[in-house]
């Protein structure tokens, strides 16, 4: 057996002036993954790690920010790419982080260095039965910052989560079960049924186009730049000379790592719609028409079953809540209701069907396609002068801003992982799709994110939950108690142990039902 884990960043490192406080090192380094040789006791069912190596990505150019994953039908491991570099920041500035793991330091892409459009993909792990692997970018899936990609049970059809604040609902169909090298991306229109309680709406598709891997990365390849593909100009330029530039479209987008997400003009060249799809993905969906109000649009998990989807929304705020769009041109999503309790975050439920039409008229090649959003789990403000959780903005008997989920089909049961500072533990929950109970299971260390959650209902007679603790005590998650509460601050910088922790709950037997 083996297990494949995401070092996503390292959190800090030590001041080279002791007097100094330590330096933050989010996105300044190539990150990597591991891939630890697993040994299961066949009485007992423990697992022992026997030999832990890295994951070799010299063949893809290195490892951007890696964050969630998933297990594919046909047993490969697969992982995003999160926060993906800004291509037109970096078409001008040297991508250090990625210049170190490459060896060409301070260069441009122009130059030779790295290019920020290899980064910010979807990747895929398979691993054989020696413990060799091979890595695999898929460029045909988009350039987004990506969660992770969630594959339905045909293989085919791939949900896709976008991190970040004023991002897209993705969706994409393979040509070929199995075989994510190539196939259709989609961007999804959020058309609202109702504001209230978090909120309901129905889903449209556009279809942003059609590529194989191999595509787009010869685009790639032969060094195809932001300024290739779009003419921007900034609305007081636009203000000036309104003639000029009057077939610019005004978009409002997370544009990535090393971006600004303002309002800003934008004009496709002629030629480009396929560059703009793959490597632009977010900018062209909008281009297109697609909503995005989305905010930290984080796990994905199905239910197969049902055929349901179920998405989180880490944080609802800003562009989602109704009358804070501010100069956004678009108004899509309308929440109503306390931004105290949105913001504590939520689980949407979809149904999946076939037979759907994407916003020109053609068939979508899925019968897992989501139809619907609708709000399933939520957060609320912890109540004032709570007995419990003196430090928690979000209720502690209540989900606070979940970001790893997992089904599993056997117990019925959704599994939720929380990362914000509301809770001062992050916990991992257990919520059963058809009681509607929700208890939890787990507890982190104060400033710690569960991630790495996976469930297995059957590996051999047992049963496991998998999770990690990622930055237990990390500075910028307990910063928020630094005003309000310091001697809270202070006191468990000193007592957490800062390392990460990979673990699993031991003791259950095989889910057969």
């Known amino acids: 057996m083996f297990l494949i884990n995401h070092l996503e960043y390292e959190t800090e490192a030590d001041n080279i002036d002791p007097r100094k406080p330590p330096v933050a090192l989010y996105a300044a380094l190539p990150m990597a993954m591991n891939l630890t040789v697993i040994d299961q006791d066949p009485t007992t069912g423990k697992l022992t790690p026997v030999k832990m190596s890295n994951v070799d990505f010299s063949g893809v150019d290195g490892l951007w920010i890696p964050c969630n994953s998933s297990t594919t039908p046909w047993m490969t491991h ?4 999160e926060y993906e570099p800004d291509a037109q ?15 060409t330091g301070g260069k441009t892409a122009a130059q030779g260095g790295a290019n920020p459009y290899r980064y910010g993909h979807l990747v895929e792990v398979a691993v054989t039965p020696d413990g060799s692997t091979k890595v695999t970018k898929h460029y045909a899936t988009g350039r987004l910052a990506f969660e992770l990609g969630e594959v339905m049970p045909d293989q085919k059809t791939v949900y896709l989560g976008d991190d970040g604040d004023d991002v897209v609902r993705a969706m994409f169909v393979a040509d070929r ?13 959020w058309i609202q049924k109702d504001g209230a309680n978090f909120g309901s709406a129905s889903l449209e598709w556009i279809r942003l186009g059609h590529a194989t891997d191999d595509e787009i990365k010869g685009l790639v390849d032969r060094g195809i730049r932001f300024s290739d593909i779009w003419d ?14 009057s077939d610019f479209k005004p978009l409002y987008v997370y544009t990535g790592t090393g971006g600004k997400t303002a309002l800003t003009y934008y004009r496709l060249k002629s030629g480009m719609e396929r560059a703009a799809a793959f490597l632009e993905t977010r900018r062209y969906a909008a281009y297109l028409g697609a909503t995005t109000e989305f905010t930290k649009m984080e796990g994905q998990a199905h239910n197969a079953a049902d055929k349901k989807l179920y998405t989180v929304m880490s ?22 209701g306390d931004p105290k309790d949105l913001t504590c975050g939520a689980v949407y439920e979809s149904s999946m069907t076939g037979g ?31 007995e419990i959780g003196r430090y928690d903005k979000c209720a502690t008997d209540m989900v606070a801003n979940p970001d790893n989920i997992h089904y599993s089909e056997a117990m019925r049961t959704l599994f939720i992982g929380e990362d914000s500072a509301n809770h001062l533990n992050n916990f991992t929950w257990a919520f059963n799709v058809d009681s509607k109970a929700m208890v939890r299971i787990f507890s982190a260390p104060a400033g710690g994110e569960n991630t790495g959650l996976k469930v297995y209902d059957n590996v051999n007679g047992y049963a496991y939950i998998t999770g990690n603790v990622q930055h237990p005590g990390a500075e910028e998650d307990l910063s928020a108690y630094r005003k309000d509460h310091p001697e809270l601050f202070l006191g468990l910088r000193k007592l957490i142990d800062e390392r990460g922790i990979v673990g699993y709950f031991s003791g259950l037997p095989a889910m057969t039902r």
Do not use: C
Request: negative net charge.
């Open 89 to 103: 920041t970096f078409e001008h500035k040297p991508l250090d982080a990625m210049n170190l793991y490459l060896g």
């Open 177 to 189: 079960p199995g075989d994510l090298s190539g196939g259709t991306l989609y961007a999804a229109k």
């Open 78 to 81: 697969l992982g995003g790419e």
């Open 356 to 386: 759907r039409r994407d916003t020109s008229g053609d068939a979508i090649p899925s019968d897992w396609v989501a139809t619907d959003m609708v709000a399933l789990i939520h957060g609320a403000r912890q109540p004032a002068n709570s």
């Open 315 to 336: 944080y609802i705020r800003t562009a989602m809540i109704d009358g804070q769009n501010k100069d956004r041109p678009r108004d899509d999503i309308r929440l109503t």
């Open 232 to 245: 921007v100009a900034t609305p007081d330029v636009v203000k000036s000379e309104p003639a000029k530039y």
